[in-house]
C-alpha cells in the first residue's frame, strides 16, 4: 500500500494566484515527520518545508505554508502568490520511526508537476 | 546552510563496466547517507542507508553485490554501479543526514547515469 499518495500528477495556476497540492499519508506511527520538496528541472531537491506530528500549528515558510490535519492524515502543500520560478515537480515525503530525526528514511510520493502561466 | 557534493553530475559508460559516484559533505560530518535513484517522471526510490564504518543496508530488490556502498569517512560515500547494464541508467542522489537533531536531509545536486 502507498504510505505517500499525492492524487495530482499535474497542475497549472496563474501567477500571482495560490495553489494547493495535496498529499495524503499513512502510518501507525506516533512519531513522524512530514517534508516537501522542490525538484526543478535540473534535478535539485529543494527542501521546503517541513511539519513534525506534534506540532500543533501548521508550518510556515516564506510563501509555502502546510495545512496539516492529522485525523484525516494529509498534509497539503500551500503555496501563495505564485511565480513562474515556481513551475518545477513537488514532492511530499515521509520520515517515520523514533530512531532519530535524521537518520530514519524518507519516504517520497510519486509527485505533481506545477506549472506556473503568465 | 549544509552543502552536499556528488561527483560526477553525469557520466556515460559502456554496458559491462563499473562507475563510481561520490557524495561528500562539505561542511558538516554526516554518520548516515542515504542514496536514491529516480528514472525519469518517477519518484525517488530509496536504494540503501549509508553508516559511516558499518555495512550498508539495502531496501528490499537493490542488489548489494551490484550497487556497492562504501562509507569510509564522515564526509564520503561512495556508490559503485558494476557491470553496468542500460536500465541502470538513472538518476542517482545521495543525501545526508546534518549531523545533530535536526530534521532535515541535505540532498545532492544528483549524477545522471547513462549505460550504452
Known amino acids: 500500500a502507498q504510505k505517500i499518495t499525492q492524487t495530482q500528477p499535474g497542475m497549472f495556476v496563474q501567477e500571482k494566484e495560490a495553489v494547493t497540492l495535496d498529499c495524503t499519508y499513512d502510518t501507525s506511527d506516533q512519531s513522524y515527520g512530514l517534508f516537501w520538496y522542490k525538484q526543478p528541472s535540473s534535478g535539485e531537491m529543494i527542501f521546503l518545508i517541513y511539519q513534525g506530528s506534534y506540532d500543533e500549528q501548521n508550518a510556515t515558510e516564506g ?3 502546510l495545512n496539516f490535519q492529522k485525523a484525516r492524515k494529509s498534509a497539503n502543500l500551500v503555496i501563495s502568490a505564485s511565480q513562474l520560478g515556481d513551475s518545477a515537480m513537488y514532492f511530499c515525503a515521509m520520515r517515520e520511526g523514533d530512531t532519530g530525526w535524521n537518520t530514519d528514511k524518507l519516504i517520497f510520493g510519486t509527485g505533481t508537476r506545477l506549472q506556473v502561466f503568465p | 546552510g ?3 557534493s556528488q561527483h560526477p553530475s553525469w557520466v556515460i559508460c559502456k554496458s559491462g563496466t563499473s562507475v563510481k559516484i561520490e557524495c561528500r559533505s562539505l561542511d558538516f ?5 542515504f ?3 529516480q528514472f525519469p517522471k518517477q519518484s525517488l526510490m530509496l536504494m540503501a542507508t549509508s553508516n559511516e564504518g558499518s555495512k550498508a543496508t539495502y531496501e528490499q530488490g537493490v542488489e548489494k553485490d551490484k550497487f556497492l ?3 569510509a569517512s564522515l564526509t564520503l ?4 554501479v558494476t557491470s553496468a547494464h542500460p536500465e541502470d541508467s538513472s538518476f542517482y542522489i545521495c543525501s545526508a543526514d546534518g549531523g545533530g537533531r535536526t530534521y532535515e536531509q541535505y540532498f545532492g545536486p544528483g549524477t545522471r547515469l547513462t549505460v550504452t
Request: glycine residues 0%; hydrophobic residues 40%; charged residues 10%.
Open chain 1, 63 to 65: 510563501r509555502y505554508s
Open chain 2, 2 to 4: 549544509a552543502v552536499v
Open chain 2, 29 to 33: 560530518q554526516a554518520t548516515t547517507m
Open chain 2, 35 to 37: 542514496w536514491y535513484r
Open chain 2, 69 to 71: 556502498i562504501n562509507h
Open chain 2, 77 to 80: 560515500s561512495t556508490l559503485t
